[in-house]
């Protein structure tokens, strides 16, 4: 395990505060769409290739652990960033219509309780 957990927390926190500004938010969103979108097909083909390494591995005898970690490590790291940039859950208050986290159980608005 050696990626760089900092970077990859500064470089979803860089993807939420560009998800989260007022201006262009809609342009941010779908730029964040797109780049969630970049992170599967990248993990698709990291999962491919480990099933590679791993068939080669029990085929050939030789060993691939040095190449597998690495891929699971690259998987760990897609994992972690998709997680981090998946767009917030909102439901709407019933009472005053302001938009609530959606495991929050009272509006922080209006005080009005949720269903969660
Ligand atoms: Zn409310």
């Not at 395990?1 to 939420?16: C, P, Q, R, T």
């Not at 019933?94 to 959606?102: I, L, R």
Request: aromatic fraction near 8%; hydrophobic fraction near 35%; proline fraction near 2%.
């Amino acid at each position: 395990m050696e990626f760089n957990f900092d970077s990859i927390v500064a470089g979803a926190k860089d993807l939420f505060d560009k998800a989260s500004t007022k201006a262009g938010e809609a342009i941010d969103y779908s730029k964040v769409q797109i780049d969630r979108s970049q992170l599967r097909v990248k993990l698709k083909e990291k999962y491919t290739e480990l099933g590679k390494a791993y068939y080669a591995e029990k085929m050939t005898g030789t060993d691939r652990s040095y190449a597998m970690d690495k891929l699971v490590d690259e998987i760990t790291e897609i994992k972690f960033k998709l997680e981090e940039s998946e767009p917030k859950k909102v439901k709407k208050c019933p009472q005053c219509g302001a938009e609530c986290a959606k495991d929050i159980a009272f509006c922080g608005k209006c005080g009005a309780k949720l269903d969660v």
